[in-house]
């Protein structure tokens, strides 16, 4: 092909590139699941990528809207394990909240996390005098494995478990989960741990559905507390281990 003839075919890519974008440009939009048929875009989506994706906040369960936090209006989308809220007032990376939805959850089903049975300091342990609670074995290392990445390091540090998952609110104890059948689980702020011998692992410990739980024992939407700011991490972290196909617990 000569000069001439190509100068049209070039100025016709760069006028359908301008018009619909490219496919990277189209990539970087949104991301879609067609297991639940919502999509994350912008900020939601970077968040939910950079700290944990699948395995930590589970699939998109509905699509980016407004509700009333705190009696404030922000955008909010929720997840199979959590909820996400866009914060503009914050300087980024404190511009994306995590709900405490363990400590919510509990709440709703009127359960005073004061009243659990106190734990004691052991060897092998990590004792959290704030709420006087042990996070132990499976559960501390699915508990260490991730965390919301801002401070630059290697690996995770206890301030970022913190930031993702928040204290422990009760020991380990048995309870009956949604599929009739009873598993260790261990509350904390913003999740429930679960600990699943049927599996293999890493499958063995897993996260609870808290977002679907608090969204289908809920009449109308109402505002929940938020965690403190917390910087939004800067790269991809390591997660608890890749995601069961079922989306049940």
Known sequence: MNRRAALPLLALAIATALLFGTPGQAQTAQRCFPETGFCIAGRIRAFWEQNGGLPVFGYPVTTQHEELIESKPFQVQWFERNRLELHPENRAPYDVLLGRLGAVRLEQQGRDWLGFAAGAARAGCRYFTETRHAACGEILAAWHKNGLEFDGRAGKSEAENLALFGLPLSEPQTETLSDGREYTVQWFERARFELHPENKPPYNVLLGLLGN??????????????????????????????????LGD
């Open 213 to 246: 739980e608090l969204r289908a024992h809920m009449t109308e939407p109402s505002p929940t507390p938020t965690l403190a700011a917390y910087p939004a991490p800067a790269a991809p972290t390591p997660t608890i281990g890749t995601y069961p196909p079922p």
